[in-house]
C-alpha cells in the first residue's frame, strides 16, 4: 500500500486546514488509517485514527474537539479537518495504516507540513 498526504500550508492560529490521505491498493474494513505528526525538535505523536469498516475515531486529547477525521471507502481517502488551529499544531502530518488493527504501522504517506503561525 502506499499512501498520498496532501492540504498542508501556512495557517494563522485560529485557523482551519484539511489534510487528505489516499492510499493506493486495497484498504481492508478491519485496518486503521491513522494521522501522526511530527513537530521539529520533538518525536513523532499519534494525532487520530479511524477504522476503515466501522468509521470509528479515536483522537490525541490535544486534538480532541477540533480535529474530525473521516474516510470514504470508494475513493480510499481519509481525510482530516483541523479547525482552531495553534501554533502547536505547526508539524508534519503523517498518514499510515495499521493493517487489520493490529497495532502496527508498517505503511507511511511521506508527510505534509502545516505550519500555523502569525
Known amino acids: 500500500v502506499q499512501l498520498q498526504a496532501s492540504g498542508g500550508g501556512l495557517v494563522q492560529p485560529g485557523g482551519s486546514l484539511r489534510l487528505s490521505c489516499t492510499a493506493s491498493?486495497?484498504?481492508?474494513?478491519?485496518?486503521?488509517m491513522a494521522w501522526f505528526r511530527q513537530a521539529p525538535g520533538k518525536e513523532r505523536e499519534f494525532v487520530a485514527r479511524?477504522?476503515?469498516?466501522?468509521?470509528?475515531?479515536y483522537y490525541s486529547e490535544s486534538v480532541k474537539g477540533r480535529f474530525t477525521m473521516t474516510r470514504v471507502n470508494s475513493a480510499m481517502t481519509a481525510d482530516l479537518q483541523m479547525l482552531s488551529l495553534k501554533p502547536e499544531d505547526t508539524a508534519v502530518y503523517y498518514c499510515t495504516i495499521d493493517p487489520n488493527n493490529g497495532g502496527r504501522y508498517p505503511y507511511w504517506g511521506q508527510g505534509t507540513l502545516v505550519t500555523v503561525s502569525s
Open positions: 479511524i477504522r476503515w469498516g466501522s468509521g470509528v475515531t
Open positions: 491498493g486495497r484498504i481492508y474494513s478491519s485496518d486503521v
